[in-house]
């Protein structure tokens, strides 16, 4: 009988689960899970995830007492928060999650550094080791910086919001444990730019870059792994068959699920060993040049940290407004 695409995926791919939506998670039995601002706030609005919501705001307002500020509450709920759906997440799968640091701080290496020993030290207080969580972190130079630090500490990080090739290379020499080059969001750029309704997935831009990303560690012997995220389609998907993980949404996860067909392997470690390619030294002022130079990388993180400082402030007004409505349920 033919297999599937997702199940002959799985045979040179590790596949994680880009959703917050557990019962996705328990339907398609990824190894790792990993989450977002923007996942996390829809998450919480549904009425299936309630009871966590609820349970979190009720514990902050008790930890900080009744003289705290309802919007103080609603801060400390929000730094739980992602934690409390990790806890959960890791009950279903048999992997890592990724936790992501407050996007507002992705310019601040050292806000950075203790926003992650905070988040990895509510893991351990629940009892689960640091090996089963990695931290999320834009890959700007503040935040790969901070990723070195944290590395060195047996904090692992998960490098997002990555679209250039220079953020690639600083994130391998600072030893980060995994990035995460967003191919759909790199294709939105091109489709926009050029004007262009949809390209040949060998073709994608998304696809090329992280094909190039993953040939340059494979190359020269970078232990980071590369997790291909953000997709538009299961064309994507297929053309980067063999990267070391790919994090899919329940919605492409399905197409793949009931997808029949051959699955050629195109990412292989001993075909970029054979590859012709130069290595490049970096250091902040190659970085900030590269950067400079490449108008996707450099909008698309921006408009990346933004989209997700924004989806944060949605996050604390939900709480804020939940905590108001269960303080005045207990009042009446």
């Known amino acids: 009988m033919s297999q599937t695409l997702l199940e002959q995926l799985r045979q040179m791919t590790v596949v994680v689960a880009d959703t917050g939506d557990m019962q996705s998670m328990e339907k398609f039995t990824p190894r790792d899970a990993t989450t977002n601002p923007s996942l996390i706030t829809a998450a919480a609005q549904m009425p299936e995830y309630q009871e966590i919501v609820d349970s979190t705001v009720k514990k902050a307002r008790k930890d900080l007492g009744n003289a705290a500020t309802t919007q103080a ?120 730019q050029t004007g262009r309704d949809s390209y040949p997935s060998a073709e994608d831009p998304g696809v090329l870059s992280v094909t190039k990303i993953y040939n340059y560690y494979k190359k020269f012997g970078y232990p980071t792994e590369v997790m291909g995220a953000s997709f538009r389609n299961i064309g994507e998907i297929t053309e980067l068959a063999g990267c070391d993980l790919l994090t899919i949404s329940p919605k492409l996860l399905g197409e793949l699920d009931v997808t029949v067909g051959e699955l050629p392997r195109k990412l292989c470690p001993d075909a970029a060993q054979e590859m012709a390619i130069e290595k490049i030294p970096m250091d902040k002022e190659t970085f900030d040049k590269m950067h400079a130079e490449d108008p996707m990388a450099s909008e698309k993180l921006d408009e990346g940290i933004k989209g997700f400082s924004k989806a944060l402030e949605q996050l604390e007004s939900l709480l804020a407004e939940r905590l108001n409505h269960l303080e005045a349920t207990v009042a009446v």
Do not use: M
């Open 73 to 192: 509450v609603a801060n400390l709920a929000f730094d739980r928060l992602a934690v409390e759906f990790g806890l959960k997440i890791l009950d279903i799968i048999s992997g890592r999650v990724s936790t992501e640091v407050d996007a507002r701080l992705s310019y601040d290496t050292e806000s950075t550094i203790a926003k992650a020993r905070d988040i990895i030290a509510q893991y351990e207080a629940a009892g689960v080791s640091r090996d089963r969580i990695l931290i999320k972190i834009a890959s700007t130079w503040e935040g790969i910086q901070a990723a070195e630090i944290l590395e060195k500490e047996g904090i692992h990080c998960n490098l997002t919001l990555l679209f250039g090739f220079h953020q690639a290379i600083a994130c391998a020499e600072a030893g980060v444990t995994l990035i995460s080059p967003f191919v759909g969001r790199i294709l939105d750029w091109y489709k926009k």
